[in-house]
Structure formats: structure tokens, C-alpha cells
């Protein structure tokens, strides 16, 4: 999302938790805050209003991370937005049988879910730093 916001592209970014907040923070701290909204972490209802209220939403790409941890409700309500990037564990999230029917263009599995069928799976080799 950091490098996202280093194009000009206009974001919402929410997460569950915190720390993911803070990290976004540190990483935009030189790029033009106006179009950028982090939204408070785990506050669904307040995320929802913000929603809501956005008049430019459908120009701003929208990171829904920790989709497990969020109801149907607020899936409803970014349902019909265009730009949607969801994050998360699939096979725990209570709205994965809608979020499976939707036409993406993209799909970026870090592991495969129990729940969906993926044809053609690769190998992938995760390198990670214990910095």
C-alpha cells in the first residue's frame, strides 16, 4: 500500500490490528497523507460509516486485511465497490461463500485454502528474514 500511495493512487487501508497500522504509517511518512485514510484498527462499525460516507470511495483502492475477523455486514457493504483488495485466511472468514463468488480479476493465494479449488497451483518458496 506504501508504494500505492507513492503513485498518488488514493487508499483506505483497515486492518485488525494495530501493529499493520503503525507499519503502514511509518512506511508513508513522506507521501501526500490527503490521499490516504488508515482507518482505526478492529472498529467495524466506524469502518462501515467511513464507508459510507466516502464520496470518492469507488476511486480509492480499498485493503481490507483480516477478513476473518469481520462479519458478513461489513462484506456487505464493500460488496458492490470497485477497486477491493481483501486479505486474510479464507477458510476462517464467515463470509468466504459470497467473497468465492466474486469475479476477480486477480486471486494471490500465500497458502492454499481448504474451502476453494485452485487449478494450476505452483510451488512457491517463501523466504522470511527472523530480523
Given at each position: 500500500m506504501a508504494?500505492?500511495?507513492?503513485?498518488?493512487?488514493?487508499?483506505?487501508?483497515?486492518?485488525a490490528y494495530p501493529?499493520?497500522?503503525d507499519e503502514l504509517h511509518k512506511q508513508i511518512a513522506i507521501v501526500d497523507i490527503d490521499n490516504t485514510l488508515i482507518v482505526d484498527s478492529?472498529?467495524?462499525?466506524?469502518?462501515?460509516d467511513i464507508i459510507k460516507s466516502l464520496k470518492d470511495i469507488n476511486k480509492r483502492i480499498v485493503l481490507f486485511k483480516n477478513i476473518e475477523n469481520y462479519?458478513?455486514?461489513l462484506f456487505k457493504e464493500?460488496?458492490?465497490k470497485e477497486l477491493i483488495i481483501y486479505s486474510g485466511d479464507?477458510?476462517?472468514?464467515?463470509?468466504?461463500?459470497?467473497?468465492?463468488?466474486?469475479?476477480?480479476?486477480?486471486?494471490i493465494f500465500f497458502?492454499?485454502?481448504e474451502i476453494f479449488k485452485v487449478v494450476n497451483k505452483i510451488k512457491m518458496l517463501i523466504l522470511r528474514s527472523d530480523n
Open positions: 508504494q500505492i500511495t507513492a503513485h498518488d493512487e488514493k487508499i483506505v487501508f483497515f486492518s501493529e499493520a497500522k478492529g472498529d467495524e462499525k466506524n469502518f462501515i462479519s458478513s455486514q464493500l460488496d458492490n479464507i477458510d476462517k472468514c464467515r463470509f468466504r461463500e459470497e467473497l468465492l463468488h466474486l469475479d476477480f480479476r486477480t486471486r497458502s492454499y485454502p
